[in-house]
Antibody, heavy 113, light 107 residues
Framework: EVQLVESGGGLVQPGGSLRLSCEAS????????MSWVRQAPGKGLEWVSV???????YNADSVRGRFTLSRDNSKNTLYLQMNSLRAEDTAVYYC???????WGQGTLVTVSS | AIQMTQSPSSLSASVGDRVTITCRAS??????LGWYQQTPGKAPKLLIY???SLQSGVPSRFSGSGSGTDFTLTVSSLHPEDFATYYC?????????FGQGTKVEIK
């Protein structure tokens, strides 16, 4: 059974950093492309970043230069390193596979002083 | 970035109604379009991929059509569990972009 479990969210001050994790089971992360999607409170969905099986990554303009996507194949886990966080980054962050056919439950990131 | 415009932004309907949601891309995206359903507090769920292919396990009352710039999601007969927010997503080029969502409410 395919499962994605995010962790690492929490409260962080503006300008701070946080690393989100997405542990996968039931499939191999390195054989698929994996994305992060976020949803600010009461708002719609925003695609954030993707990593392809070959390792290429692409980011939304809103996070380029601040967020970095990576994976640990030995742990079958995807990571999102978020630096220089801003209030507008406050959202539930979801990881998802391929055409976003499977999603995790999400992890809440709150950026506030 | 490609803009995805959904309409309507919300609608009221009754159980058994036929509902159609449209999504228009600001430029051609071939058939690189998916439809997602989200209920409050839950992660989105893929309904349709490739504009018209039904995701495994999704009821056949859901269907998608379109290509290029204009797309539709149709629910042939609303069930109580279909009251939710629906989003389209283009994956034709980066950045991938979602429509703003359509909230389907009970009349």
């Amino acid at each position: 059974e395919v499962q994605l479990v995010e962790s690492g969210g929490g409260l962080v001050q503006p300008g701070g950093s946080l690393r989100l994790s997405c542990e996968a089971s039931g499939f191999t992360v390195s054989n698929n492309y994996m994305s992060w999607v976020r949803q600010a409170p009461g708002k719609g969905l925003e695609w954030v970043s993707v990593i392809y099986s070959g390792g290429s990554t692409y980011n939304a303009d809103s996070v380029r230069g601040r967020f970095t996507l990576s994976r640990d194949n030995s742990k079958n886990t995807l990571y999102l390193q978020m630096n220089s966080l801003r209030a507008e980054d406050t959202a539930v962050y979801y990881c998802a596979r391929d055409d976003l056919d499977y999603w995790g439950q999400g992890t809440l990131v709150t950026v506030s002083s | 970035a490609i803009q995805m415009t959904q309409s309507p932004s919300s609608l009221s309907a009754s159980v058994g109604d036929r509902v159609t949601i449209t999504c228009r891309a600001s430029q051609g995206i071939s058939n690189d379009l998916g439809w997602y359903q989200q209920t409050p507090g839950k992660a989105p769920k893929l309904l349709i991929y490739g504009a018209s292919s039904l995701q495994s396990g999704v009821p056949s009352r859901f269907s998608g059509s379109g290509s290029g710039t204009d797309f539709t999601l149709t629910v042939s007969s609303l069930h109580p569990e279909d009251f939710a927010t629906y989003y389209c997503l283009q994956s034709y080029n980066f950045p991938w972009t979602f429509g703003q969502g359509t909230k389907v409410e009970i009349k």
